[in-house]
């Protein structure tokens, strides 16, 4: 269900993107970066969050950076949490190895993490834990409506 979301907002919003699926697991970033033949801050992760408020939010950030707790607080006006895979899942109906911000079940605010803009190409899951889009930061950002924000630690 959760690639078939995928290609169907893919199919309305982006038709010339093709989603490629591997035959073996993409779920981390170890994994993603080897099928895909790229480093692994190529690869584009997507977080779920949520607010002190319960309001879920979604990060897609390059695929080596850490969270930086201070400046996640700072971009969100206060403390932030990771959802559990469960609360992942049923928000986004992707499952954790292949959440992305395409195709959501529940509509969130998704935000781009500077981080990304140092890459021509990114590549973000796709549905699954075996797929995947190639695709560059700006578009990605403009087809899902994602505000830039600077929430990672310097590498």
Known sequence: M???????????????????VTDGSTATVAEAAARHGVAPGQIAKTLAFCKQDGEAFLVVARGDARMDNAKMKAAFGGKTRMLDPERVLALTGHP???VCPFGLATPLPVYCDVSLRCFDVVIPAAGATNSAVRIAPGWMAELIDASWVDVCRQA
């Open 96 to 98: 954790v190895g292949g």
């Open 2 to 20: 959760s690639l078939a979301s995928v290609r169907a907002f893919l199919a309305a919003h982006a038709p010339d993107l093709e989603i490629v």
